[in-house]
C-alpha cells in the first residue's frame, strides 16, 4: 500500500494517533489487586481494634483474675461463678430491662406516631436540625437538667401542682416508679428525636406513587400506614430500634447524676452495677466479668432480633 | 361505567402552566388516548381526573358529578402507574386483594375475584410471588389485575408499557384492548407513543405544551391533521413539513413545485407523507441522500434545496447516493397550514 497517497480514511487514523498513551499501559499485579480492597480497609480495622478489641480482650482476660489494685491473682471462673449468684446483679440486669425496655418502647412507639404525621410536611424537612437539639447536648449536662427539673429543682413538681394535679413536692426518688419512671422520661426526652428523624427519612423515601396507589385503591392515611407504609420501613425499625436497645443497656450517665440507683437499688442498671463494683468497691476483675457476660448477653439478643427481623422480611 | 367531562382544567405550578384550559368529553366505555411528547402534561391531566392532583381552576365531572372536591379514595378510579406501584410487602394475591379489602367487598368475593382477574391477566400461576420475583411484564400484568378487580368507573393508565420490550408491548397492547372492550369500562391512556396512540383508541386527543393540538378519531388525526405539530407528530416517518410560497395556485420551494388551492396564498407550509409520494415526475427535483430497506419498505431521502424529504419507496428501491431524482406527490393528498400552523381547508 502506497504510504506517501494516504486515503481520507488513513488521515483520521493518523490524527488520532497522538492520542494514544505513549507510556505502556499501568497494570496492577493481580496480588496487588486482590489485596487492594483490604488495603482500602485496613485503617478503619486497625482503629477498630485499638478502640474496641483491645479493651474487649483485655476485660476478658482480666475478669479470670480477682484484682486489687496491682496485684492480680488467678481466680479461674470463680468470678463468673459468684456473679451469677449476686443478687445484685440479676437486680441490676432486671432494672435495665425495665427502664431500658419500657423506654425503648415508648419512644419508638412516640417517634412512629409522630412520623406518621409529620412526614408528608416540607417544613420538617427544613426543620430537621431542631429535632437532633436534644442528641447535640452534652449527655451529663442533659442529666443536670433533668435533676434540676425533677429533684433539686422541684421544676416539674410545681408545674403539676400549679396544674392543680397534686399538693406540694413529690419525692422522686422516693418510690421505686417514679424514680424509674425519671429516668425514663429522661432516655425518652433525649432520644426520642433520633428515631423520629430516622423514621421521617424512611416514609419520605418510601415511592410516592404507592402511596397514591394505595389511596386510589381506597385506602385511609392510616390504613395506608398499617398496610403498607410500615412492613415497608421495617428493616429501618428493626435497625434503628436494636442500635438504640444496645445503647440503652450501657445507660449510665442519668443514673449516676440523677439517682445513682436509688431508692434501694432500684434503679441501679447494669452499667451502674459494673461502675460501682470497679471504682466504687475496686473489684476490677468482678466488674469485667460482670461487663463480659453483659456484652454477650447483648450480642446474642441483637443478633437474634435482626436476624428473626430480616428473615422473615424475606419469605 | 361512566362518562368524564373536562371543563375548561388550569393547572399552574406556580408561574409555570402544566395544562392550560383543557375541556374535553369523554363517553362513557370510550377508550381515549391522550397522546403527546414529554412534558405536555398528560400525567397531570391524569392525575388531576384521579383526583391526586387539584386543578386550579376548571371543573372535573365523572358520571355528571362535579368531583373537585371529592377525595381520590372516593372518585371509584383505577390507575395503573408508569411504575407500576405495587406494594413491594404483599404477595401478588395480597395485592390484588387489597382494593377489595379497603372498599370493603365482602371476603366471600374476594378470592373467585382475584382469580378471574389474575385469570384475565394470564396471572394465576405467579399469585403467590412478591412483586421483586417477577419480571417487568408481570408486574404490568399484576397492576392491570388490581386495577380491573374492584370494577371501576374509570381507568386511568399512565405509560403502562413505556417499561416493556417491543415484542411484549406488542402483545400486552393487544390484552389491554381485549380487557378494554370486554369490561367495557371508560378508560383514559396516556402515551406518547404514536403507534399505541393508533392502536388502542377509539379517540386520540393531541397535546403540546399543555394544550390540547387536535380530538378526532385514529383516521382523523392521521388524514386530517389540524396543524403542523399534529402532522409532524403522527405517523413515522412523520408528514413531509415543506415550507414555501403559494402564488395563483401554485406552491413554490427551492426544488418543489406542487399545485395548491386558490385560496392558499402566500407563506405557507405543505404537508405530504411520505406514503403519498412517488418516485419519478417532477414535483420534486432533488438528489438522493439516503436509502434506508427495513424489510418490507424502503425509506428514501431526497435533498430538494435544504429540505429533506422522505419517501416511502418499493421494498426492492435502492440507489446510489448524490444521484439526481424527481417526486410526485399525490394531488389529493396535499395539505397546506398557514403561518400560524393551522390548517388552510380548501373551498374549491
Ligand atoms: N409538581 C410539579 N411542580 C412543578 N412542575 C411540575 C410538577 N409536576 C409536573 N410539572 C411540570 O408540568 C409539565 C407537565 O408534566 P407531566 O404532566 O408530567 O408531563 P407528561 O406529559 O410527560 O406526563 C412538565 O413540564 C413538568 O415539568
Ligand atoms: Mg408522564
Redesign the pocket.
Known sequence: MPTDAPSVLAKGVAQAAPIRPTQPRRRRSPALRKAFPYLLVAPAVAYLLVITLYPGLFAIYQSLFVVKFLTWTWAGADNYTTILQDREFWAALGNTAIIGGISLCLQTAIALTLAYFAYRDPLIRGWRIVYLMPMLFMPSAVAFIWKLAFNDGRVISDLLGRLGLIEGNVDWLGSIWLSRMTLIVADVWQWTPFLFIIFVAALQGQDQEIEEAARLDGASWPKIFWNISLPMMRPVIVVAVTLRGIDITTMFTNVFVMTQGTPGGATETMSYFIYRQGFRMFNFGYASAASVLMLILTIIIAQTVVKRAFHSGKS | MASIHLQNIVKR??G?V??QNMSLEIADEEFLVLL?P????????MRMIAGLEVPTDGKIMIGGEVMNDVDARDRDVAMVFQGYALYPNMSIYENIRFPLRMRGVPASEHDARIRQAAEMVELGAYLDRKPAALSGGQRQRAALARAVVRQPQVFLM?EPLSNLDAKLRQSMRVQIKHMQRQLKVTTVY?T?DQIEAMTLADRIVI?NK?AIQQVGTPDEIYSDPANTFVAGFIGSPPMNLIEGTAQGGRFNAPGVSAPCPSNVQGKVTLGIRPEDCRIGGDNVQGLVYGVEPTGDTTYLTVLAGTKKIEVKAARDYRSDIDVSIGITFDPARLYFFGQDGERIRGVA
Open positions: 405550578y406556580g409555570f402544566g395544562v403527546g414529554s412534558g405536555c402534561g398528560k400525567t397531570t391531566t399512565d396516556v406518547h397535546m399543555g
